[in-house]
């Protein structure tokens, strides 16, 4: 099973950018699904996790307004919606995803599945 993240570039301050992360086996629909982020020189930081269905969502406290995580369970994907966007949010976005239990976590040893990271650079 693979994660396959998309959508990272370059934007402005202010602007929006939009990631999007594919499950490679969609049989595998019990995930819990989320983005960690690590910036140079600093910890792997929680932005946001999703259950299998969106029911329950988690935020990392800068993130939390600005950014929205959605699932879509038909294409097994997950999306991360990011707008107002600041120089601190740039950083390596890595998808990850848990089943085993399909819950949330802050904490990034609790995902054994992770994607190959997506540069996000917010120029000021």
């Known amino acids: 099973v693979q994660l396959q993240a998309s959508g990272g570039g370059l934007v402005q301050a202010g602007e929006s950018l939009r990631l999007s992360c594919a499950v490679s086996d969609r049989t595998l629909t019990a995930v819990a699904m989320g983005w960690f982020r690590q910036a140079p020189g600093k910890e792997r930081e929680f932005v946001a996790g999703s259950t299998w269905n969106g029911g329950t969502t988690d935020y990392g406290d800068s993130v939390r307004g600005r950014f929205t995580i959605s699932r879509n369970n038909a294409r097994n994907m997950v999306s991360l919606q990011m707008n107002s966007l600041q120089s601190e949010d740039t950083a390596v976005y890595y998808c990850?995803?848990?089943?085993?239990?399909?819950?949330?976590?802050?904490?990034?040893?609790?995902?054994?599945?992770w994607g190959q990271g997506t540069q996000v650079t917010v120029s000021s």
């Open positions: 990850v995803a848990r089943f085993n239990p399909p819950q949330i976590s802050r904490d990034p040893g609790a995902y054994r599945l």
